[in-house]
């Protein structure tokens, strides 16, 4: 009778279990990324990553449509990923592929001084960088003119954050409307349908944050014509 134990899912032994439905035939040649050594070996990287998310072998499988058995060679070297599978397991882990491939992205410096940038302008409102590019919150400092004709409704994946500094802005939210003096702040959900317009003369001015997620980082979320000064 015998009664070795059964194979951990860290161990690193194939699953005998078939794939899930959808998943790459684990024998497929398919599965091998086109030009072989291309790749660096992203094996540690995906067994790290992994279990930095507490994710047992099963539950990143089955998240990254897989077959544990297949996840298993990978994180073991024994195939290579192809480049849908590396932004599949990307996902899986929110991670991005660079992270994956192990590439270390270059040192960012933290301080942002004032006027160091020139400000952009669009559809009327004046914005200065107040924090990192390439990051997935953006920073501004913005100056929106009385009446801009940007005093558009927009509706976008991620958070909004702002502070008003100077003058008085109103703020539509779905079908309420909000008059925020300075020193009033506001913070909500930007699949919310919002417009934002000065509501005095001399315009206004805003701290404003937001989460870039799906939209790219020149658009400024607020006007997609943006253009240096």
């Known amino acids: 009778m015998n009664t070795s134990p059964a194979p951990s ?3 690193g032994s194939p699953d005998p279990g078939s794939p899930y439905p959808g998943s790459p035939d684990a024998s497929s040649p398919a599965e091998e990324n086109e030009g072989g050594g291309a790749l660096p070996d992203v094996a540690p990287q995906l067994r790290a990553l992994r279990r930095r998310r507490g994710l047992t072998l099963e539950a990143a499988a089955r998240r990254a449509g897989l077959s544990p058995a297949h996840l298993s060679r990978l994180e073991t070297g024994r195939r290579q990923p192809s480049l849908p599978m590396l932004l599949g397991l990307a996902r899986t882990y929110g ?3 660079s992270e994956l491939l192990g590439e270390v992205p270059p040192e960012r410096d933290p301080i942002v001084r004032g006027g160091r940038a020139e400000p952009a302008e669009a559809d009327g409102w004046i914005y200065h960088q107040a924090g990192g590019p ?3 919150m953006q920073a501004l400092r913005v100056r929106v003119p009385y009446a801009a004709p940007g005093d558009l409704v927009r509706v976008h994946p991620g958070e909004e954050w702002l502070y008003v500094l100077d003058g008085r802005v109103r703020l539509a939210l779905g079908e309420a409307v909000h ?5 009033d702040s506001a913070h909500f959900d ?3 349908p919002h417009r934002i317009a000065a509501a005095t003369r001399a315009g206004a001015e805003l701290l404003f944050v937001h ?4 939209s790219a980082a020149a658009d400024l979320c607020l006007g997609t014509d943006a253009h240096r000064r």
């Open 190 to 192: 930007s699949l919310t």
């Open 95 to 97: 991670a991005t592929v």
């Open 9 to 11: 899912p860290d161990s």
């Open 211 to 214: 989460t870039l997620m799906q």
């Open 134 to 136: 390439g990051r997935a």
């Open 179 to 183: 008059v925020l003096d300075p020193g």
